[in-house]
């Protein structure tokens, strides 16, 4: 199994540029996730799905959108990329009556 | 919301010491508890977790203490190694399941 799986791994973006962030998993699980990590802040949740079909912000939800495409895929968008959105952006998923997750590799985005 | 404090920020210690990692939480309410690990370039790992209605928990090397009445819990490595050089996050959350992550730990074990 793969898990879950995050692309691009590394992007770098100018002030005021858009791109999606691509998340899918292929563990059949209902909810999904989409975190930043900065350093000395822990992972702070930007959006999740709880199923298909809703999405709820999270704590950091400002300047993202978010779309659960079906049950697999969770993208993250950001339509006028800041340098204070420069980070690592995890996506998770979980499992109906679980209660851990299962993180991606990551991806590293720089806005310049 | 929920927030959660972690300390040390960094922890050093030689191979065989044992590493002891605390966190507070803030919601009484909050009944989940897990801890995971971050090596380079990788997404966060469970390891290990607690439930409230459980004072400690072990696995192998690795355990987990919670004090519901004071809300804080802790991860206890014994015989460190040098793989077990990482960040580590502890977590919380209540039955909706979205975690409220610490600060993170980086752990050094030096050989």
């Known amino acids: 199994n793969a898990g879950v799986t995050q692309t691009p791994k590394f992007q770098v973006l100018k002030t005021g540029q858009s791109m999606t962030l691509q998340c899918a998993q292929d563990?059949?699980?209902?909810?999904m996730y989409w975190y930043r990590q900065d350093p000395g802040m822990g992972l702070r949740l930007i959006y999740y799905s709880a199923s298909e079909g809703t999405t709820d912000k999270g704590e950091v939800p400002n300047g993202y959108n978010v779309s659960r495409l079906n049950k697999r895929e969770f993208s993250l968008r950001l339509e006028s990329a800041a340098p204070s959105q420069t980070s690592v952006y995890f996506c998770?998923?979980?499992?109906?009556?679980?209660?851990?997750?299962?993180f991606g590799s990551g991806t590293r985005l720089t806005v310049v | 919301g929920e927030n959660v404090e972690q300390h040390p920020s960094t922890l050093s210690v030689q191979e065989g010491d044992s590493a002891v990692i605390k966190c507070t939480y803030s919601d009484s309410a909050s009944n989940y508890f897990p801890w995971y690990k971050q090596e380079l370039g990788k997404g966060p790992q469970l390891i290990i977790d607690i439930r409230s209605n459980v004072g400690e928990k072990k696995d192998q090397r690795i355990a987990v203490t919670l004090n519901k009445t004071a809300k804080h819990f802790s991860l206890h490595i014994t015989e460190t190694q040098p793989e077990d050089s990482a960040v580590y996050f502890c977590?919380?959350?209540?039955?909706?399941?979205?975690?409220?992550f610490g600060q993170g730990t980086i752990l050094t074990v030096h050989p």
């Open positions: 998770a998923s979980r499992g109906f009556g679980q209660d851990g997750y299962t």
């Open positions: 977590a919380a959350s209540y039955s909706s399941g979205k975690l409220t």
């Open positions: 563990m059949n699980h209902n909810s």
